[in-house]
């Protein structure tokens, strides 16, 4: 079975600052999926990266993709309050598998 | 251009009682797929619906049924409901789902199911 892990679990930050999440999964998929999820509410997309080396980048967030170290990686820049939720990356296989997700809290 | 629509939004039900949930799919999309979420076992997929089939179906017992439509809506029933089955139960669509799904999911606000 397609296992996906999310790290940090937690991750509380200041604004202004840059942090990176990383999600790894454990066979080769070449789609990855990025959404946030605010307390109580569905999922938003974010991003759809469908090739090894794919970047895509939306205001503050960044996300990559290497699918040789099955790896994709969320960059956050300058971070500010209205970013903090939840985000989940996830992967197809035979079904959609969901990393763990990273409860993030940026902090004045 | 209308969302994923899901109903209803809450729901309380005692247990051993039966539920049925409703999704309603982006104009167009022919998968439809179910995911339970809990704060304990995160998100977790319950099966996915094409063209009125199942394609694929997750680890949970036949207490958790779905069906779907000639036009593409679908329906969860659980039965003999448990308290472990309070969670928030999320559908998703895509036009195509599985691994051809590269335009994406579009999920629904979810139904939170209560069980007491």
């Known amino acids: 079975e397609l296992k996906v892990e999310q790290n940090p679990l937690f991750l509380s930050m200041q604004e202004g600052k840059n942090y990176t999440i990383y999600c790894n999964y454990s066979t080769t998929s070449d789609r990855l999926y990025w959404y946030r999820q605010d307390p109580g509410k569905s999922l938003e997309s974010l991003f759809v990266?469908?090739?090894?080396?794919a970047v895509k980048q939306e205001g503050r967030l960044m996300a990559s993709l290497d699918t040789k170290a099955r790896l994709s990686t969320l960059h956050i820049t300058a971070a500010v309050h209205d970013l903090s939720a939840t985000y989940f990356c996830?992967?197809?296989?035979?079904?959609?598998?969901f990393g763990t997700g990273t409860s993030l809290t940026v902090i004045p | 251009k209308a969302g994923v629509t899901q109903t209803p939004r809450y729901l309380i039900k005692t247990r051993g009682q039966q539920v049925t949930l409703s999704c309603s799919p982006i104009s167009g999309h022919r998968s439809v797929s179910w995911y339970q979420q809990t704060p304990g076992q995160g998100l977790q997929f319950l099966f996915e619906?094409?063209?009125?089939?199942?394609?694929n179906k997750g680890n949970f017992p036949g207490r958790f049924s779905g069906r779907q439509f000639s036009n593409s809506r679908s329906e969860m029933n659980v039965s003999t409901l448990e308290l472990g089955d309070s969670a928030l139960y999320l559908c998703?669509?895509?036009?195509?789902?599985?691994?051809?799904?590269?335009?994406?999911?579009?999920f629904g606000s979810g139904t939170r199911l209560t069980v007491v």
């Open positions: 619906y094409f063209s009125e089939t199942q394609r």
């Open positions: 990266l469908l090739s090894n080396g």
């Open positions: 996830a992967v197809t296989g035979n079904q959609f598998y």
């Open positions: 998703a669509s895509s036009i195509s789902g599985g691994k051809a799904g590269g335009y994406g999911y579009t």
